[in-house]
Every structure is written in C-alpha cells, then in structure tokens.
C-alpha cells in the first residue's frame, strides 16, 4: 500500500472526530483563512438552497420566508419542524392584522400549537383560549396536535410555548422587518433587535397557569446569535444573491465576522483537535466541514484532505 492510500485510510479512520483539526491548527493564518474563506462560502450557498425553497413553499414571500427561519430557529433543535409548521398554520400574513395587539399574537401562537389544551387553565389563559377559538374561526385555522411537540427534558427558558410568548412580543413591535433584517451587521445589531421580553404574564409562568419563582423571559444573547447567524446573515445573503446585490451579500460575511464563535458539541470536536475558531464566520466553515465532509468520510475531497495528500503525491 502507498503512502497516499495509507494517508487516506488514516484520514477517514479520524473523520469521525474531525481529527484532522490537529493539521488545521498547525496552518499558517493565511492557508487557515484560505480554507475558511472556501468552506464558509460553501456553507452559505448550501443555505442559500435551503431558503430558496423555503421561499417557495412560502408562495415567493420573503416577509413569510423569514417568519418561517425566525421561529424554526427560536425554539430547541427537536422542535423546529414543528415550529415551522406553526409558520403555516398561522402564515404572516394573518399576524400582521394583529401586528399591535400582543395579546391577539399569544392567542394565535400558543392556541394554534394546540399546547394551550394541554394544561390547566388560569383567567390567563382562558381568554388566550376564548380570542383564539374567535381567531381561528375567523381564519379557518386548525390547531396543531400537542403530540407534535417535545415539552419533556427541555430547558425552561427553550420551552415552546415560552419562545411562541417571545415570538409574539418580536412581531409586536413592527410590522415589517426585512429592513431591519437587512440592516444589521454586528451581534450587537442583532441581540438589539431580537433582545425582546414576553409579556408580563410569562414573568412568573414557564408554562400556561403554573406559576414559577418570577424571571424576565427576554431573548438572550447567545439566542440573539444563533438567529443572527442562522436567520439574519443567512437571509442577507440569500435576499442579496435574489436581487443580484453585492452589498448584501458582504453585509452578511461581515456579520458573521463580527459575530462571537457558536458553542456546541460539533465545534467542541474541532476545539478538542487544538482548532480555536475567532468568529461565527469559522465556526460556519468548521460546521461545513464537518458536516459535509468528515461525518460523511469524504476526506479525498475536503479541502484539508486534499492539502495533506497533495504533499505526498509531489514528485520528488
């Protein structure tokens, strides 16, 4: 066996835990730049493919298409097909004719989740109940199952209903928000726009008419970052390739640039492997990496497998 086969046998046998990070520390900051700049673009054009077809199932809505990224992304991972679900039984459209009454928001989100029916009931709750039966009469909506929900082994603050409480407070305040979406360019833009509170109700409630040792529900800021990168950069970018606008485009690189590094068990892989990524921008590039590359043994492709053997595949 040659040494480019017994390199690539080594490489797929570490794929798993992305140990070929310890090649990618040891780069210079120019060839590490390089490969983050080649995988980052990657990941953004994968993700342009993904709202494209969200923004045709959204009828060519782009205000319905980020409503649908906005509360796919609020809640926990085991609940975003849910929650996208949620976008389409109660589509924009209909919450804009409620866009300045709070209350109507809750009404329409928590009742139309179909989680209100799952607990007890409070003065509360019996009037979210009371304007939603009026609400979804009117709109012909059908509540989801409750079914459809994961409620157990979730953090308070990540519980559903909690995040449909803060979506309803977010939409609240404005009725269109694609401009202010295509305005922000720092973390600090993004947790000032999604940095809202629930309703006073939710104060001293986790969940409908159990009351809680009191707490502000506002959307926080490591939350605030996770839509920044996934609903407000991603959506930059993909409006930007839409309307053939450069600006928008670098306007989302530049976000993600000045976004803080995700945190979660993929980026602890690369972290274990002695790779400190500096911003949301690399943290994108590693996650493509993984993801499309080492979880799927595609190391002869990857831009650092292709690194590693092409130095042994040099003539002499």
């Known amino acids: 066996m040659d040494s480019v086969q017994r390199m690539i046998n080594r490489l797929e046998a570490g794929a798993a835990t992305c140990a070929c990070g310890g090649y990618l520390s040891q780069l210079d900051a120019l060839h590490r730049t390089e490969i983050y700049t080649s995988l980052g673009y990657e990941r953004l054009k994968r993700k342009n493919d993904n709202i494209q077809t969200v923004y045709a199932a959204s009828l060519e809505n782009w205000n319905q298409t980020f409503y649908t990224l906005l509360l796919h992304y609020l809640g926990a991972p085991n609940n975003s097909q849910a929650f996208e679900t949620l976008a389409s039984r109660v589509p924009y459209a209909v919450i804009l004719r409620y866009g300045r009454s709070l209350r109507s928001l809750e009404a329409l989100l928590i009742g139309a989740s179909g989680l209100l029916d799952s607990y007890c009931d409070d003065e509360y709750t019996l009037t979210l109940k009371s304007e939603f039966s009026y609400l979804a009469h009117k709109h012909g909506i059908t509540p989801m199952s409750p079914s459809e929900w994961k409620t157990t082994r979730i953090y308070p603050h990540n519980h559903p209903v909690i995040r449909m409480a803060q979506a309803a407070a977010f939409l609240a305040q404005r009725n269109f928000v694609m401009e202010s979406?295509?305005?922000?360019?720092?973390?600090?833009?993004?947790?000032?726009?999604?940095?809202?509170?629930?309703?006073?109700?939710?104060?001293?409630?986790?969940?409908?008419?159990?009351?809680?040792?009191?707490?502000?529900?506002?959307?926080?800021?490591?939350?605030?970052?996770?839509?920044?990168?996934?609903?407000?950069?991603?959506?930059?970018?993909?409006?930007?390739?839409?309307?053939?606008?450069?600006?928008?485009?670098?306007?989302?690189?530049?976000?993600?640039?000045?976004?803080?590094?995700?945190?979660?068990s993929r980026i602890d892989r690369w972290k274990a492997n002695g790779v400190v990524p500096a911003n949301a921008f690399e943290t994108q590039a590693l996650l493509q990496l993984g993801n499309e590359y080492c979880m799927n043994g595609r190391c002869r492709e990857c831009p650092i497998g292709r690194r590693i053997i092409g130095t042994l595949s040099k003539p002499e």
């Open 181 to 264: 979406i295509l305005e922000c360019r720092t973390a600090k833009d993004a947790a000032a726009l999604f940095g809202v509170e629930a309703s006073e109700y939710w104060t001293s409630h986790f969940v409908p008419a159990q009351t809680s040792s009191e707490s502000v529900k506002r959307i926080g800021p490591a939350k605030a970052n996770i839509l920044g990168i996934n609903v407000v950069a991603q959506l930059q970018y993909a409006y930007g390739s839409y309307i053939g606008d450069d600006r928008l485009r670098d306007r989302a690189i530049t976000l993600l640039e000045n976004t803080p590094p995700e945190n979660n």
